[in-house]
């Protein structure tokens, strides 16, 4: 057996590629006992990474009786309503919800976005720059990796930009561990959020506009989406749209200052091309989605190589681990941005969105945001560096996503 797994030990989160490693190296998938008693299969391999999460075997409905009953509230009703979310549901709910969702996030759609992009990276450079004039310090996630993705979803969700500043104030608090907050302040955010997002409902179904919201907003006798799986949605694009992409852009940030060779490389290339590749590496070399969302087994299901998980388990699919897989990524654990490059020794596709039914359908907006704020950030500020130890920067806990919680920056 491996080691208890504590997700929450700042050890594990700031590193816990060797611990996957080990797992590896013992088979497929591997059965794990968790420091808050339970146990579940962790995946690790990325053939069968890809296997599972296209197998309707493993299941993404959560059971009746996961987790622990809690006194009523608005806070808690307000949780409730993220758990009805697609990621949540299987066929064919999931595949409705899905289609309705889809044409919001089409090519066409996503690439219009970049001119706003470029507006809105510009600006947050322009800030942070002026910030380290006035202050010689700041956290680049607080000041940049941060509000970008929160303003650039506002747009697709059509949030007024008056109303944004709020929004990024009650996701940073639901956001953030609960003792970095003051007593209640993460409850209010989540009351706050789910009355914003009912108001935001009905004022689109009373005037349309050409956003997300508004493509949604149909009367469910029609086949539309129901107000309360609105609010579900709301929910799964607000944190899935900037949770993903904020990670993205620290880890971003950070290996380009730790690689400064990668960095003067990048900064050379005028055709984009080594941007691109810088993105999509650092989508490998750094999942910001550490694992998926949990699935549980509908049968027992051998996955070959001695792994036969049993019926009724809980798996996660570590996408961290499957996209530093030695047999598929040589020098895997080595960021080297060269890789994705375009040619015929590109590096084989990363799950850094997942596979499947599930595949993150905000990937190609992800991207974009990256491609496009990483060369402007670096432009604005081309002395940037790092202003702390890159080995004792705290990473987010869990299993789910991964990213430095700060990351200071100075010039």
Request: proline share 9%.
């Amino acid at each position: 057996m491996a080691d208890l797994l504590n997700p929450a030990d700042p050890a594990f989160a700031r590193d816990p590629y060797p611990y996957y490693a080990r797992l590896r190296a013992r088979g497929p998938a591997a059965r794990v006992d968790l420091a808050n008693g339970t146990h579940a299969w962790l995946v690790t391999g990325y053939r069968e990474a890809r296997a599972v999460l296209a197998d309707p075997r493993f299941s993404n409905v959560p059971p009746k009786a996961a987790g622990r009953p809690r006194p009523d509230s608005p806070a808690r009703r307000a949780q409730a309503c993220l758990a009805r979310h697609m990621l949540n549901s299987d066929a064919p709910d999931h595949t409705r919800l899905r289609r309705l969702t889809a044409a919001a996030f089409t090519p066409r759609r996503v690439d219009a976005l970049r001119p706003r992009i470029a507006r809105l990276a510009a600006g947050l450079a322009g800030d942070l720059a002026a910030r380290l004039e006035r202050d010689g310090s700041a956290d680049l996630v607080d000041a940049f990796a941060f509000p970008l993705p929160v303003l650039v979803i506002g747009e697709v969700l059509g949030v007024p930009e008056a109303d944004r500043a709020d929004l990024r104030e009650w996701t940073y608090r639901v956001g953030s561990p609960a003792d970095a907050l003051a007593p209640g302040a993460m409850d209010a955010a989540w009351t706050a959020l789910h009355a914003y997002f009912t108001a935001l409902i009905a004022d689109k179904r009373r005037a349309p506009g050409d956003d997300l919201f508004s493509s949604l907003v149909h009367d469910a006798r029609e086949g539309g989406l129901t107000d309360g799986e609105l609010l579900a949605m709301a929910f799964l694009l607000l944190f899935a749209g900037y949770e993903t992409t904020m990670n993205l852009l620290a880890s971003a940030v950070l290996l380009l200052l730790t690689h400064p060779g990668e960095l003067s490389t990048a900064r050379r290339d005028t055709g984009g091309r080594r941007w691109d590749a810088v993105a999509e590496e650092a989508l490998r070399h750094a999942s910001p989605l550490e694992g998926t969302t949990w699935r549980r087994t509908t049968e027992e299901v051998d996955l070959g190589g001695g792994a036969v998980i049993p019926a009724g388990s809980s798996v996660l699919v570590v996408l961290a681990a499957a996209n530093r897989d030695p047999g598929r990524f040589p020098e895997p654990d080595a960021f080297r941005p060269g890789r994705y490059l375009p040619g015929p020794e590109r590096a084989a596709a990363h799950v850094a969105f997942g596979h499947g039914p599930h595949f993150c359908l905000g990937a190609r907006l992800a991207r974009l945001e990256a491609a496009v704020a990483l060369p402007l950030l670096f432009d604005a500020l081309p002395g940037l560096r790092l202003a702390a130890d890159p080995g004792l920067l705290p990473y987010r806990p869990g299993l789910l996503v991964r990213g430095p919680r700060e990351l200071p920056v100075t010039r």
